[in-house]
């Protein structure tokens, strides 16, 4: 006789999903570090730059080959680029915090080390939309 089908049975469990907490947080380490390396990548082909955005980004990885969507960036940019001593750089005169250049609304990160070693303290729009 045939047993009756029971969906609590280990042997019918996807394996996959049933991975152990230490294979989970290395792969989480692994795919950090890939992320973070092609944010390293890109930002020293821009020569780390004063202002970087997230279309900037996008545009250096795609051009140096690696093959990225752009939500990836967009998702991953702001803890990334905070390893890297950017912050975001917020337009005070908007309320989403975004800044318009070129006719589109974009996230504006900026190295405050670097600005202060420059002596700059704030930043024309002008010289932003320059950079970017």
């Given at each position: 006789?045939?047993?009756?089908?029971?969906?609590?049975?280990?042997?019918?469990?996807?394996?996959?999903?049933?991975?152990?907490?230490?294979?989970?947080?290395?792969?989480?380490?692994?795919?950090?570090?890939?992320?973070?390396?092609?944010?390293?990548?890109?930002?020293?082909?821009?020569?780390?730059?004063?202002?970087?955005?997230?279309?900037?980004?996008?545009?250096?990885?795609?051009?140096?080959?690696?093959?990225?969507?752009?939500?990836?960036?967009?998702?991953?940019?702001?803890?990334?680029?905070?390893?890297?001593?950017?912050e975001v750089y917020?337009?005070?005169?908007?309320?989403?915090?975004?800044?318009?250049?070129?006719?589109?609304?974009?996230?504006?990160?900026?190295?405050?080390?670097?600005?202060?070693?420059?002596?700059?303290?704030?930043?024309?729009?002008?010289?932003?939309?320059?950079?970017?």
């Amino acid at each position: 006789m045939k047993k009756p089908f029971d969906p609590f049975d280990d042997r019918l469990r996807d394996k996959q999903k049933r991975r152990k907490h230490a294979e989970v947080e290395s792969a989480k380490k692994r795919w950090d570090a890939t992320i973070e390396e092609n944010f390293k990548k890109a930002l020293e082909q821009l020569r780390f730059p004063m202002f970087t955005s997230g279309d900037q980004l996008y545009a250096v990885m795609f051009s140096i080959g690696i093959s990225v969507q752009f939500s990836y960036v967009r998702m991953n940019a702001k803890r990334m680029l905070s390893k890297f001593g950017y912050e975001v750089y917020k337009n005070e005169n908007s309320k989403d915090g975004r800044w318009r250049i070129n006719g589109r609304s974009m996230t504006v990160y900026a190295n405050f080390t670097i600005m202060t070693k420059c002596g700059k303290t704030d930043i024309e729009r002008s010289l932003l939309e320059h950079e970017l």
